[in-house]
Protein backbone atom coordinates (compact mmCIF):
# COMPACT_ATOMS: atom_id res chain seq x y z
CA UNK A 1 0.00 0.00 0.00
CA UNK A 2 1.38 3.78 -0.40
CA UNK A 3 -0.65 6.91 -0.23
CA UNK A 4 -0.75 10.28 -1.21
CA UNK A 5 1.26 13.68 -0.34
CA UNK A 6 1.52 14.90 2.92
CA UNK A 7 -1.88 13.82 3.96
CA UNK A 8 -0.25 10.44 6.16
CA UNK A 9 2.94 11.64 7.26
CA UNK A 10 4.44 10.58 10.07
CA UNK A 11 1.56 7.48 10.81
CA UNK A 12 3.86 5.10 8.60
CA UNK A 13 3.69 2.84 11.84
CA UNK A 14 -0.01 3.14 11.93
CA UNK A 15 -0.41 2.00 8.57
CA UNK A 16 2.13 -0.82 8.54
CA UNK A 17 -0.21 -2.16 11.55
CA UNK A 18 -3.08 -1.92 9.51
CA UNK A 19 -1.65 -3.25 5.89
CA UNK A 20 -0.40 -6.39 8.43
CA UNK A 21 -3.97 -6.71 10.06
CA UNK A 22 -5.26 -6.45 6.22
CA UNK A 23 -3.17 -9.12 4.89
CA UNK A 24 -1.00 -7.72 2.99
CA UNK A 25 2.43 -8.27 2.93
CA UNK A 26 4.72 -5.35 1.60
CA UNK A 27 4.76 -1.82 1.87
CA UNK A 28 5.70 1.29 -0.27
CA UNK A 29 5.67 4.36 1.90
CA UNK A 30 6.36 7.68 0.05
CA UNK A 31 10.23 8.53 1.23
CA UNK A 32 9.53 12.45 2.22
CA UNK A 33 7.21 11.33 4.54
CA UNK A 34 8.31 8.92 6.63
CA UNK A 35 8.48 10.58 9.86
CA UNK A 36 10.77 9.21 12.37
CA UNK A 37 10.98 5.67 10.75
CA UNK A 38 13.20 7.00 8.00
CA UNK A 39 15.74 5.75 10.72
CA UNK A 40 16.25 2.14 9.29
CA UNK A 41 16.89 0.93 12.53
CA UNK A 42 13.63 1.77 13.98
CA UNK A 43 12.15 1.25 9.93
CA UNK A 44 13.45 -2.49 10.23
CA UNK A 45 12.22 -3.16 13.93
CA UNK A 46 8.59 -2.04 12.79
CA UNK A 47 8.50 -3.81 9.73
CA UNK A 48 9.52 -7.00 11.61
CA UNK A 49 7.02 -6.64 14.40
CA UNK A 50 4.49 -6.51 12.16
CA UNK A 51 6.05 -8.99 9.71
CA UNK A 52 6.04 -6.93 6.99
CA UNK A 53 8.79 -6.47 3.65
CA UNK A 54 9.69 -2.87 2.36
CA UNK A 55 8.39 -3.66 -1.42
CA UNK A 56 9.48 -0.36 -2.97
CA UNK A 57 10.24 3.72 -1.65
CA UNK A 58 8.26 6.14 -3.63
CA UNK A 59 10.79 9.21 -4.69
CA UNK A 60 8.62 11.58 -5.81
CA UNK A 61 10.34 14.70 -6.98
CA UNK A 62 9.87 17.72 -8.96
CA UNK A 63 12.60 16.98 -11.72
CA UNK A 64 12.04 19.99 -14.37
CA UNK A 65 15.32 21.06 -15.07
CA UNK A 66 17.78 19.26 -16.98
CA UNK A 67 19.90 18.11 -13.97
CA UNK A 68 19.00 17.60 -10.41
CA UNK A 69 19.01 20.61 -8.40
CA UNK A 70 21.12 19.99 -5.20
CA UNK A 71 18.38 19.40 -2.79
CA UNK A 72 16.46 16.87 -5.12
CA UNK A 73 20.02 15.30 -5.10
CA UNK A 74 20.49 15.54 -1.96
CA UNK A 75 16.72 13.66 -1.18
CA UNK A 76 17.03 11.43 -3.40
CA UNK A 77 21.05 10.23 -2.57
CA UNK A 78 19.26 9.82 1.17
CA UNK A 79 16.74 7.52 -0.74
CA UNK A 80 19.53 5.22 -2.10
CA UNK A 81 21.72 5.13 1.26
CA UNK A 82 17.88 4.09 2.94
CA UNK A 83 17.38 1.21 0.65
CA UNK A 84 20.72 -0.25 0.70
CA UNK A 85 19.57 -1.50 4.41
CA UNK A 86 16.59 -3.61 2.74
CA UNK A 87 17.98 -5.81 -0.09
CA UNK A 88 15.86 -6.32 -3.06
CA UNK A 89 13.52 -2.86 -2.22
CA UNK A 90 12.52 -1.03 -5.50
CA UNK A 91 13.68 3.17 -5.61
CA UNK A 92 10.36 3.62 -7.43
CA UNK A 93 10.82 7.18 -9.00
CA UNK A 94 8.04 9.14 -9.79
CA UNK A 95 7.49 12.93 -10.93
CA UNK A 96 5.25 15.58 -8.92
CA UNK A 97 2.79 17.07 -11.90
CA UNK A 98 3.60 20.62 -12.19
CA UNK A 99 1.86 21.32 -15.36
CA UNK A 100 2.35 20.45 -19.68
CA UNK A 101 4.17 23.51 -20.06
CA UNK A 102 7.56 23.49 -22.23
CA UNK A 103 6.39 19.87 -22.61
CA UNK A 104 8.88 18.44 -25.31
CA UNK A 105 12.11 19.90 -23.04
CA UNK A 106 10.59 18.77 -19.66
CA UNK A 107 10.24 15.73 -20.56
CA UNK A 108 13.72 15.14 -21.90
CA UNK A 109 14.61 16.69 -18.32
CA UNK A 110 12.95 13.83 -16.76
CA UNK A 111 14.06 10.93 -19.02
CA UNK A 112 17.93 12.47 -18.25
CA UNK A 113 17.04 12.64 -14.02
CA UNK A 114 15.34 9.65 -13.88
CA UNK A 115 18.09 7.45 -15.86
CA UNK A 116 20.87 9.42 -13.58
CA UNK A 117 18.98 8.91 -10.25
CA UNK A 118 18.33 4.76 -11.17
CA UNK A 119 22.05 4.26 -12.51
CA UNK A 120 23.20 5.60 -8.57
CA UNK A 121 20.84 3.36 -7.30
CA UNK A 122 21.82 0.57 -9.58
CA UNK A 123 25.37 1.45 -8.78
CA UNK A 124 24.30 0.29 -5.22
CA UNK A 125 22.60 -2.80 -6.15
CA UNK A 126 18.98 -1.45 -5.73
CA UNK A 127 16.27 -2.38 -8.42
CA UNK A 128 15.12 1.00 -10.26
CA UNK A 129 11.37 1.50 -11.27
CA UNK A 130 9.95 4.73 -12.56
CA UNK A 131 6.19 5.17 -11.94
CA UNK A 132 3.92 7.44 -14.95
CA UNK A 133 0.88 9.47 -13.93
CA UNK A 134 -1.99 10.90 -14.65
CA UNK A 135 -3.30 14.52 -13.22
CA UNK A 136 -4.37 17.26 -16.04
CA UNK A 137 -1.11 18.46 -14.90
CA UNK A 138 1.52 15.47 -15.57
CA UNK A 139 3.79 15.44 -18.37
CA UNK A 140 3.56 11.75 -18.74
CA UNK A 141 -0.31 10.71 -18.86
CA UNK A 142 -0.98 10.58 -22.42
CA UNK A 143 -0.49 7.58 -25.11
CA UNK A 144 2.20 9.48 -26.68
CA UNK A 145 4.25 10.77 -23.55
CA UNK A 146 4.68 6.92 -22.81
CA UNK A 147 5.89 6.60 -26.28
CA UNK A 148 8.18 8.91 -25.43
CA UNK A 149 9.01 8.63 -22.41
CA UNK A 150 9.15 4.80 -21.83
CA UNK A 151 11.17 4.29 -24.58
CA UNK A 152 13.87 6.81 -23.57
CA UNK A 153 14.17 5.04 -20.07
CA UNK A 154 17.78 3.08 -19.49
CA UNK A 155 16.32 -0.44 -19.52
CA UNK A 156 19.63 -1.68 -18.24
CA UNK A 157 19.09 0.62 -14.80
CA UNK A 158 15.30 0.84 -14.59
CA UNK A 159 12.24 -0.51 -15.14
CA UNK A 160 8.58 0.64 -15.76
CA UNK A 161 5.75 0.47 -13.19
CA UNK A 162 2.18 0.51 -14.80
CA UNK A 163 -0.20 2.07 -12.51
CA UNK A 164 -3.36 0.72 -13.71
CA UNK A 165 -5.76 3.40 -12.78
CA UNK A 166 -3.01 6.13 -14.31
CA UNK A 167 -2.98 4.23 -17.58
CA UNK A 168 -6.61 4.00 -17.84
CA UNK A 169 -6.82 7.73 -16.67
CA UNK A 170 -4.96 8.84 -19.57
CA UNK A 171 -7.03 7.53 -22.41
CA UNK A 172 -5.52 4.03 -22.52
CA UNK A 173 -6.16 0.17 -21.58
CA UNK A 174 -4.51 -0.64 -18.90
CA UNK A 175 -3.37 -4.22 -20.34
CA UNK A 176 -2.78 -3.58 -23.92
CA UNK A 177 0.07 -1.16 -22.38
CA UNK A 178 1.20 -3.64 -19.89
CA UNK A 179 1.59 -6.07 -23.11
CA UNK A 180 3.27 -3.39 -25.51
CA UNK A 181 6.18 -2.62 -22.89
CA UNK A 182 6.15 -6.26 -21.15
CA UNK A 183 9.68 -6.17 -20.62
CA UNK A 184 10.22 -3.09 -18.66
CA UNK A 185 7.70 -4.16 -15.92
CA UNK A 186 9.88 -5.03 -13.07
CA UNK A 187 7.14 -3.62 -10.27
CA UNK A 188 3.38 -2.85 -10.59
CA UNK A 189 0.07 -0.35 -9.19
CA UNK A 190 -3.30 -1.50 -8.73
CA UNK A 191 -6.07 1.16 -8.25
CA UNK A 192 -9.80 0.90 -9.12
CA UNK A 193 -11.23 3.83 -11.20
CA UNK A 194 -14.50 4.81 -13.05
CA UNK A 195 -14.28 8.25 -14.37
CA UNK A 196 -16.05 10.17 -11.80
CA UNK A 197 -14.21 11.89 -11.90
CA UNK A 198 -11.42 9.70 -11.63
CA UNK A 199 -10.41 6.84 -9.03
CA UNK A 200 -13.10 4.43 -7.20
CA UNK A 201 -12.63 2.06 -4.26
CA UNK A 202 -11.28 -1.25 -5.46
CA UNK A 203 -13.58 -3.33 -6.59
CA UNK A 204 -15.99 -0.90 -7.92
CA UNK A 205 -14.73 0.61 -10.68
CA UNK A 206 -13.52 -0.13 -14.29
CA UNK A 207 -10.58 -1.50 -14.36
CA UNK A 208 -9.86 -5.18 -14.98
CA UNK A 209 -8.07 -6.63 -11.84
CA UNK A 210 -8.73 -10.07 -12.42
CA UNK A 211 -7.63 -10.06 -16.26
CA UNK A 212 -4.39 -7.95 -15.53
CA UNK A 213 -3.73 -10.23 -12.63
CA UNK A 214 -4.44 -13.56 -14.83
CA UNK A 215 -2.14 -12.00 -17.24
CA UNK A 216 0.83 -11.44 -14.98
CA UNK A 217 0.11 -14.74 -13.05
CA UNK A 218 0.36 -16.32 -16.61
CA UNK A 219 3.87 -14.40 -17.90
CA UNK A 220 5.28 -15.44 -14.57
CA UNK A 221 5.34 -12.05 -13.34
CA UNK A 222 7.64 -12.28 -10.01
CA UNK A 223 7.45 -9.09 -8.80
CA UNK A 224 5.63 -6.61 -5.95
CA UNK A 225 2.30 -6.03 -7.44
CA UNK A 226 0.95 -2.52 -4.70
CA UNK A 227 -2.45 -1.97 -4.00
CA UNK A 228 -2.99 1.86 -3.71
CA UNK A 229 -6.69 2.90 -3.65
CA UNK A 230 -7.03 6.35 -4.49
CA UNK A 231 -10.84 6.45 -4.20
CA UNK A 232 -12.95 8.85 -2.18
CA UNK A 233 -13.15 6.69 1.04
CA UNK A 234 -9.87 6.27 1.13
CA UNK A 235 -9.35 10.31 1.80
CA UNK A 236 -12.29 9.85 4.40
CA UNK A 237 -11.52 6.41 6.21
CA UNK A 238 -8.09 4.65 4.79
CA UNK A 239 -7.97 2.35 7.25
CA UNK A 240 -11.39 1.23 6.01
CA UNK A 241 -10.40 1.25 2.83
CA UNK A 242 -7.35 -0.86 3.35
CA UNK A 243 -8.98 -3.36 5.35
CA UNK A 244 -11.84 -3.46 2.68
CA UNK A 245 -8.97 -4.05 -0.21
CA UNK A 246 -7.24 -6.66 1.69
CA UNK A 247 -10.69 -8.44 1.78
CA UNK A 248 -11.33 -7.58 -1.82
CA UNK A 249 -8.39 -9.65 -2.70
CA UNK A 250 -8.70 -12.20 -0.75
CA UNK A 251 -12.23 -13.14 -1.24
CA UNK A 252 -12.78 -11.97 -4.90
CA UNK A 253 -9.66 -11.43 -7.05
CA UNK A 254 -7.67 -14.35 -6.11
CA UNK A 255 -11.17 -17.02 -6.23
CA UNK A 256 -11.09 -15.97 -9.86
CA UNK A 257 -7.26 -16.64 -10.88
CA UNK A 258 -7.02 -19.72 -12.77
Excluded at 43 to 66: H, M, T, V
Amino acid sequence: MSGNGTTHQGRLGHMIEIIAKAGFTGIQPIFTWMGDLVDPDLLEAKLKEQGIELAALALAQDWNNPEETEEERKVADHAIRLLERFPGAVLNTVQIPSGRHDIIQRQKNLINIVNAVSQRAADKGIPCSYHPNSPHSSIIRTEEDYKIVLESLDATVTGWTPDVGHIINGGMDPLTKMKEYQSLINHVHFKDWNGDPEFALMGKGKVDLLGVTQWLKDINYSGWIICEDEGEEALEDPDFVTLHDGKWIQEDLVPGLK
